[in-house]
T-cell receptor
């Protein structure tokens, strides 16, 4: 089953780190893990992606477990603008572009 | 920054009307997608296209149709709108990542169209 599992919601205080977990236990060896986030009244936006090793960019870090069955999106210092729904996605089947999005994790950031 | 546009952003329309939701991208991406999303729910792929004159149905059955006559344009049409079509419709396009690998594509989304059918 090409699904991912994420907590429905998480909370953080501003300026604190946030670790958003995702389980993808049935992922294949060649499936990339992508994270997107959706701000209110907007379409999802790309955050980061990776295959096996940890990845960093200006928005976040992605830590991928050695067995690739889970990953964690890390926001190093949460801001109020980071409040969004975060989706961990993986390919659904072998057709290009068919991603499983799930319901994601609603992140609330408190001032 | 992604350049993908959707119009209208909001649409309220009566039952039985024909509507077309517009989606355009200026990135030259071959692959484009339409998703449907209800509040608080997951995104469901309803249509996708790998290029001009290529369209396929997605994972969620939809009464809408799409066309791809130009690379940059991927409109979605409902011939006869019904209240059950009320939802948010998101358009996306994608590019393959630096590895050139099949699974490394990144999707870029438009702002969405919120449709309310009365």
């Amino acid at each position: 089953d090409a699904k991912t599992t994420q907590p429905n919601s998480m909370e953080s205080n501003e300026e604190e780190p946030v670790h958003l977990p995702c389980n993808h236990s049935t992922i294949s060896g060649t499936d990339y893990i992508h994270w997107y986030r959706q701000l209110p009244s907007q379409g999802p936006e790309y955050v980061i992606h990776g295959l096996t090793s940890n990845v960093n960019n200006r928005m976040a870090s992605l830590a991928i477990a050695e067995d690739r069955k889970s990953s964690t999106l890390i926001l190093h210092r949460a801001t109020l603008r980071d409040a969004a729904v975060y989706y961990c996605t993986r390919p659904r089947g072998s057709t290009l572009g068919r991603l499983y999005f799930g319901r994601g994790t609603q992140l609330t950031v408190w001032p | 920054e992604a350049d993908i546009y959707q119009t209208p952003r909001y649409l309220v329309i009566g039952t039985g009307k024909k509507i077309t939701l517009e989606c355009s991208q200026t990135m030259g991406h071959d692959k484009m997608y339409w998703y449907q999303q209800d509040p608080g729910m997951e995104l469901h792929l309803i249509h996708y296209s790998y290029g001009v004159n290529s369209t396929e149905k997605g994972d969620l059955s939809s009464e809408s149709t799409v066309s791809r006559i130009r690379t940059e344009h991927f409109p979605l049409t409902l011939e006869s709108a019904r209240p059950s079509h009320t939802s948010q419709y998101l358009c996306a396009s994608s590019e393959v990542g630096t590895s050139g690998s099949f699974g490394e594509e990144t999707q870029y989304f438009g702002p969405g169209t919120r449709l309310l059918v009365l």
